[in-house]
């Protein structure tokens, strides 16, 4: 019913920069909560940023002034400008959203994930 799909990840050098998005399809009437998740090999996932309809944003502290989450509405679109790449941002990274396919009914949906290396 409902596809997350992202795509921008890649390998980057150090101190370059990724912009990942993530556009969800599907039978949709409205999206809650947008964010970017991400898990590096033998670590947990951990969350990275997230947006909520209205525009308010949360970040993790390791991301802070580096990564901006943005989303167009329009597009059912999320976006992870990420600036100033670390080795340590190296993970799979993926998107989640908060979706409603009928008023009231919300479902949590993931996508397949977009690897980011950063390496030199």
């Known amino acids: 019913q409902v596809q997350l799909v992202e795509s921008g990840g890649g390998l980057v050098q150090p101190g370059g920069s990724l912009r990942l998005s993530c556009a969800a399809s599907g039978t949709i009437f409205s999206i809650n909560y947008m964010g970017w998740y991400r898990q590096a090999p033998g670590k947990q996932r951990e969350l990275v940023a997230t947006?909520?309809?209205?525009?308010?944003?949360n970040y993790a502290d390791s991301v802070k002034g580096r990564f901006t989450i943005s989303r167009d509405n329009a597009k059912n679109t999320v976006y992870l400008q990420m600036n100033n790449l670390k080795p340590e941002d190296t993970a799979v990274y993926l998107c989640n959203a908060i979706i409603a396919t009928k008023p009231g009914v919300y479902s949590d949906y993931w996508g397949q994930g977009t690897q980011v290396t950063v390496s030199s």
């Open positions: 947006i909520t309809s209205g525009g308010s944003t």
